[in-house]
Nanobody
Framework: QVQLTESGGGLVQAGGSLRLSCTPS????????MGWYRQAPGKQRELVAV???????KYGDSVKGRFTISRDNAKNTVYLQMNSLKPEDTSLYVC????????WGQGTQVTVSS
């Protein structure tokens, strides 16, 4: 069983930045597609960004140009740099390894105040 440890969430003003981190157990981040999703109360889970094992990247439309996903294989960690944050980015951000039927973290809360 792979466990995903997320960190970096918090409260930030609109226009600010945060960096989320996700570290899977077992040193396996390079072996899986890794991604960030978000889910706000009453809303469907939304793709934020995914990075494949070959570093192919896809972003959700609402974050393109503001968020950047990256991986550091030496640290077995995937990052999500979030800039120009908006109140509508407020959500629980959840790390994923291996797609829908893979492994999911507990999530880290991001709250953006106006």
């Amino acid at each position: 069983q792979v466990q995903l440890t997320e960190s970096g969430g918090g409260l930030v003003q609109a226009g600010g930045s945060l960096r989320l981190s996700c570290t899977p157990s077992g040193g396996i981040s390079r072996d899986y597609e890794m991604g960030w999703y978000r889910q706000a109360p009453g809303k469907q889970r939304e793709l934020v960004a995914v990075i494949s094992t070959r570093d192919s990247i896809k972003y959700g439309d609402s974050v393109k140009g503001r968020f950047t996903i990256s991986r550091d294989n030496a640290k077995n960690t995937v990052y999500l740099q979030m800039n120009s944050l908006k109140p509508e980015d407020t959500s629980l951000y959840v790390c994923n390894a291996g797609g829908t039927y893979g492994f999911w973290g507990q999530g880290t809360q991001v709250t953006v105040s106006s």
